[in-house]
């Protein structure tokens, strides 16, 4: 997974099964007037995109379902490896949008979304910044959802660990320690969940308090917690 860009376009890999729609996302970046997002790979199937130049992307933008097959269970696949996942689909129902986010997908589009909503998201999500789609606003963001990984990276950090002790904690599906990187997003995604929800999260403490306020992490996971702290 890249870097957050600076200033540089956006690059996005696009897993997506359908000629017209692949097109369609290449014709409205190239509509942005300031070219903010481009393509390095595209193909209909996750395996394909990320063998080549795909894997660098800062975003992999994906589409739920693959030749009739829904494939929301590699959702926390790619959020293990790194990558900044943006589900782009049909299947809309609140069920499916709060399974994708619990997953670690950092955003949720409805594929009749429109153009400037669609590059606005991906900008964001690849600087890490907060940002809101009217799917996922739909009763998902009433209380904050944490992937296991995100809720999990938060509980070793809170009990004083760094990031390098985190990532030998987590593993990836093959049984090696995530990186540093990839626990850093945990951490920040968290941060921006709750910053999209209008309750940001300046300090370690304020965040400790937002998750023991919403039941997300238990005072007796928190070796070192206080009551009150804020």
């Not at 429109?114 to 907060?130: M, S």
């Not at 760094?162 to 904690?169: G, N, P, V």
């Not at 998750?211 to 009551?227: A, T």
Request: charged letters at 25%; a negative charge.
């Amino acid at each position: 997974m890249a870097s957050s860009p600076l200033d540089r376009p956006v690059s996005i890999a696009l897993v997506e099964d359908t000629d017209v729609v692949v097109e369609g996302v290449r014709a409205w970046l190239a509509a942005d007037p300031r070219r903010r997002v481009t393509i390095i790979a595209a193909g209909d199937s996750i395996e394909a995109v990320l063998a080549g130049p795909g894997e660098s992307a800062d975003v992999v933008v994906l589409d739920l379902e693959l030749d009739g097959i829904m494939i929301t269970d590699r959702v926390a696949e790619l959020s293990d490896l790194g990558y900044r996942v943006v589900a782009f689909s049909v299947h809309v129902k609140p069920l499916v949008v709060q399974a994708v986010m619990n997953a670690g997908a950092c955003a949720f589009l409805d594929k009749r979304t429109e153009r400037a909503q669609f590059v606005d998201t991906i900008v964001a999500v690849a600087q890490d910044w907060p940002y809101v789609t009217p799917s996922m606003a739909g009763g998902l963001l009433q209380g904050v959802q944490l992937s296991e990984r995100e809720r999990q990276a938060l509980q070793y950090l809170f009990q004083g660990m760094d990031q390098a002790s985190i990532a030998r904690r987590l593993r990836k599906p093959d049984g090696q320690p995530v990186s540093m990187t990839t626990v850093k997003t945990y951490i920040e995604r968290a941060r921006a969940k709750f910053a999209a929800a209008g309750r940001p999260c300046r300090s370690q403490f304020a965040l400790l308090a937002r998750c023991v306020e919403d039941g997300l992490i238990r005072p007796e996971e928190v070796e070192d917690y206080r009551p009150g702290a804020t």
